[in-house]
């Protein structure tokens, strides 16, 4: 087998191994208040989602009306992506004008519960149905990749790419936001990576560690206490 045919082999099965995660990930979260995961335990505040499930909802909040102020204002003359992670905002895409792009990171800005914008519209042309497709296949291989690293939590970590540049997102140490930069340039594609974290000490880390087995022991006590009832 040629290398070439090799490399495409290896990259169908870690896009199989995400697939297959995220569905169980999204099973295990909807049926269960606590799950086992890579090792860790995932609950209130998990090593592998280090946003408490109320940011969560806030993040998922901010990206829709973001997207939604966005489109307003641009329309069809741009593309704009808003991507919220612990309510910190990227704004990625095209606009046409230096006064679109500041408006949108303006208005953007006032949506309830944002923290902080990190603006990295392009002034060109909206990118092509093309381009975005591969962009999208990149965001997959890097967040297999992830999932095939030790030392990384998957789940702690979100990936915009626009044009091959890979923005990588998350609450991490820095030993792990330097982790997951050289991954993420080892990706086929990939033409760049801009690491735009929120970083947590080892310290932080471990106490996160800690609330997780606490809320696990907590949740296992307490179904073992239905059961004898």
């Known amino acids: 087998m040629s290398k070439e045919s090799t490399a ?24 269960m208040p606590t799950v086992i995961v890579g090792g860790g335990v995932a609950g209130t505040m998990a090593a592998s989602d280090r946003r408490t499930f109320g940011t969560q909802t806030e993040d998922r909040t901010i990206g829709f009306k973001g997207e939604s102020v966005a489109d307003s204002i641009v329309g069809s003359q741009g593309h704009v992506s808003v991507t919220s992670f612990n309510r910190m905002v990227l704004i990625t895409g095209e606009v046409p004008n230096e006064g679109m792009k500041t408006r949108v990171a303006s208005e953007v800005k006032q949506i309830p ?28 291989k890097v967040a297999a990749s992830f999932l095939n690293t030790d030392g990384l939590y998957a789940n702690s970590l979100k990936t915009v790419t626009e044009r091959g540049n890979v923005y990588l ?9 330097n982790l997951a930069a050289e991954v993420a340039r080892g990706v086929p594609g990939v033409q760049r990576v801009i690491k735009v974290f929120e970083h947590i000490s080892e310290e932080e ?25």
């Open 205 to 229: 880390l471990d106490q996160m560690k800690a609330q997780d087995v606490s809320a696990a022991e907590a949740t296992r006590s307490d179904q073992d206490g239905e059961e004898y009832r």
């Open 169 to 177: 997102m998350g609450r991490v140490t820095e030993r792990e936001g």
């Open 113 to 140: 519960n944002v923290r902080n914008i990190i603006n990295e519209l392009e002034i060109a042309a909206p990118s092509s149905l093309s381009s975005r497709s591969s962009d999208s296949l990149i965001t997959a």
């Open 8 to 31: 495409v082999t290896r990259w169908k099965r870690l896009l199989g191994i995400c697939l297959l995660c995220s569905t169980a990930a999204l099973v295990l979260q909807a049926c």
